[in-house]
């Protein structure tokens, strides 16, 4: 039989049917659970924000604040304020269409009005935010000894980055952007494992230093020149519930710490009626859930530590051994 005479009834041009997939199977169960369950992004993707364009957003913001420290190649003076325009309107263009996707959450398609004056006050506030981290920076500097350069401290430190991400966010949060401000805090929590509330009031010249696992509350207030280690939590006591036991959103949950306080790894300190007294210093693995008065110390004494040396330790072991 020639191959002429075997596709004589094919079509040239008619595409090979798809191979069977093995799990198509379980496609319209999944299917059904979008719809029933939630995730679908009503597939116009007018709702939802999304989380690789907030990220986008978050490098983007940060070379607007430290022009040079996160790019490949050198910037010259006299590019900068064309490179700042580009930079600023390309951040901005992004940072409207996701802010104008979480406003509309409920309704994709209804207008709000709300994202212009949000966009203007969050790029208004662009300037005082890089003279707030100046001070934070100048914080580290001085706070520690193992730094030589301040250039050091923004190229290494992981705490910069979570803290001006977090100032950032926290101008979208008071300006009323919803969800946004979480995802930020939350990118910056992903890479530098320091965990701030956008809703965090954060005075000036504040550290953290090392910085891991350290937890910031919502309704936190920090005074000036504050500084914490690894570990921290200024976290929420309690929660207040209604009548059905759900929990009642919002109200002041988390501490204040006032100015010139010092709290050292792995304290934890918890409650919205919780004041730590300015310039106080509040020692490791402390848990505190009630208020210190101004220049306290606060540290365990109940716990002493024993220093023996080991080799007397093994000598009068040995002679132990030879008496019986």
């Known amino acids: 039989m020639s191959i002429s005479a075997v596709h004589k009834n094919e079509s040239p041009h008619e595409p090979l049917p798809e191979p ?188 953290i230093d090392h910085g891991t696992g350290v937890v910031i509350g919502e309704t936190c207030r920090l005074g000036q020149r504050v500084k914490l280690y690894h570990g921290v939590t200024l976290g929420a006591r309690s929660f207040v519930k209604d009548e059905s036991g759900h929990i009642v959103k919002g109200g002041k949950r988390h501490p204040e710490v006032q100015d010139n306080v010092t709290i050292y790894p792995n304290s934890t300190i918890l409650g919205g009626e919780t004041v730590i007294g300015a310039n106080s210093t509040i020692g490791a693995n402390v848990f505190l859930m009630h208020s210190v008065p101004a220049d306290s110390l606060v540290v365990y004494e109940e716990k002493q530590l024993v220093i023996r040396n080991k080799s007397a330790r093994k000598a009068t072991e040995a002679a132990s051994d030879w008496s019986i």
Not at 77 to 83: I, M, Q, Y
Not at 98 to 125: A, H, M, N, W, Y
Request: hydrophobic share 40%; charged share 25%; proline share 7%.
């Open 20 to 207: 069977e997939r093995p799990y198509d199977q379980f496609v319209p169960e999944l299917l059904n659970s979008y719809a029933t369950v939630g995730g679908l992004n009503h597939s116009d993707s007018h709702n939802m924000p999304s989380k690789r364009a907030v990220g986008q957003i978050c490098e983007g913001l940060l070379q607007l604040l430290f022009p040079g420290f996160h790019d490949d190649n050198a910037i010259h003076h006299s590019s900068l304020p064309e490179l700042t325009s580009d930079r600023l309107a390309k951040v901005a263009a992004r940072l409207e269409d996701q802010v104008r996707k979480s406003v509309r959450i409920g309704d994709p398609k209804k207008p709000t009005g709300r994202t212009p004056p949000i966009l203007r006050q969050f790029c208004s506030s662009l300037a005082d935010v890089r003279e707030l981290l100046r001070t934070d920076i100048e914080a580290a500097y001085e706070g520690d000894p193992a730094t030589l350069y301040r250039e050091e401290i923004i190229l290494s430190y992981p705490a910069v980055e979570a803290i001006a991400i977090q100032r950032l966010a926290h101008i979208l949060y008071i300006a009323g952007a919803p969800i946004i401000p979480r995802m930020m805090t939350e990118w910056a929590h992903g890479r530098t494992g320091i965990d701030i509330h956008p809703g965090a009031r954060l005075g000036s010249h504040f550290f």
